[in-house]
């Protein structure tokens, strides 16, 4: 089992920066891969950064060059720097963990971009 616990979300201007957080509850080289979705109303989750624990990160085609995806080590923890939002980031954002062939999800949290 693995807990995920998201945080950092909120309200911000367009061409605004945050940074959301998602801790786990176990060692995270003990997962097998993490991620970061997202949900805007009415339309299917998308990947947003997908981070493999040999270092590679693939980014969902809207958000190359604006979003970084980095891990803590000693923090069990990965982070998703989104910077140039645009009202179109607007949308529930969701960290997941695949372990041992189970999927796991955090709760998310609300990235609101408006002026």
């Known amino acids: 089992q693995v807990q995920l616990v998201e945080s950092g979300g909120g309200l911000v201007q367009p061409g605004g920066s945050l940074r959301l957080s998602c801790a786990a509850s176990v060692s995270i080289f003990s997962i097998n891969a993490m991620g970061w979705y997202r949900q805007a109303p009415g339309k299917q989750r998308e990947l947003v950064a997908a981070i493999a624990f040999g270092g590679t990160v693939n980014y969902g085609g809207s958000v190359k060059g604006r979003f970084t995806a980095s891990r803590d080590n000693a923090k069990n923890t990965v982070y998703l720097q989104m910077n140039s939002l645009k009202p179109e980031d607007t949308a529930v954002y969701y960290c997941?963990?695949?372990?041992?062939?189970?999927?796991?999800w955090g709760q998310g949290t609300q990235v609101t971009v408006s002026s």
């Open positions: 997941n963990a695949v372990k041992d062939g189970f999927s796991f």
